[in-house]
């Protein structure tokens, strides 16, 4: 019962990294587009790299969670 506990709190951390990194990649790679088509001015890229750097680190430690086996809501 605790090894399928175990593996069901890493699946758990997996989706939310997925979702994370979802959520903050792909409008980031829209902010980019907009940015070389002139749509947005070049400032945008430090918000950019804000949101990346921030999705980033909370992606690396979702995915550590789930590397251990460990919930996404709990240290």
Known sequence: ???LRVI???V???LAALLV????FVPAWYAHVA???ALAPTWVY???ALLVL???SVVMVLL???WRGIPPLKD
């Open 1 to 3: 019962m605790r090894l």
């Open 12 to 14: 758990q951390s997996l």
């Open 46 to 48: 430090g918000c950019v």
């Open 8 to 10: 069901f709190a890493g």
């Open 21 to 24: 990194a979802g959520g903050a």
């Open 64 to 66: 550590s969670k789930a």
């Open 35 to 37: 940015i070389d088509n």
């Open 54 to 56: 921030v999705s980033a």
